[in-house]
């Protein structure tokens, strides 16, 4: 399996990003969770946004709610975070990540998943 993300890049504070990540060697069934996750400098991993086995509503990190959109391609094996109103607290190496034996409450924890994109930068300036 091999996740491939893209889309980062260097805006200001108010801009928007989509960040895409495609996968291969794997299919977006209805086991398979995959979400997003970040990590900024001097910081552990955290949880963004991720879908639980590819069904129902998105979930949210509180401080990202509202502004984030995440959403998934089946047909491409491809999932998007939309990014709006982008903050300088937001600046980080984001990346996707996905498993296909995740229960439900640890969906938000990053060491549950198995497979991982490489990350892309995200830098907002103030």
């Known amino acids: 399996v091999q996740l491939q993300a893209s889309g980062g890049g260097l805006v200001q504070a108010g801009d928007s990003l989509r960040l895409s990540c495609v996968a291969s060697g794997v299919t977006f069934s209805r086991t398979l969770s995959m979400g997003w996750f970040r990590q900024a400098p001097g910081k552990e991993r955290e949880f963004v946004a991720a879908?639980?086995?590819?069904?129902?509503?998105?979930h949210y990190a509180d401080s990202v709610k509202g502004r984030f959109t995440f959403s998934r391609d089946n047909a491409k094996n491809t999932m998007y975070l939309q990014m709006n109103s982008l903050k300088p607290e937001d600046t980080a190496v984001h990346y996707c990540?996905?498993?296909?034996?995740?229960?439900?409450?640890?969906?938000?924890?990053?060491?549950?998943?198995?497979?991982w994109g490489q990350g892309t930068q995200v830098t907002v300036s103030s």
């Open positions: 990540a996905a498993d296909s034996r995740l229960i439900l409450s640890s969906l938000r924890n990053y060491n549950a998943y198995d497979f």
């Open positions: 879908i639980f086995r590819n069904a129902g509503s998105p």
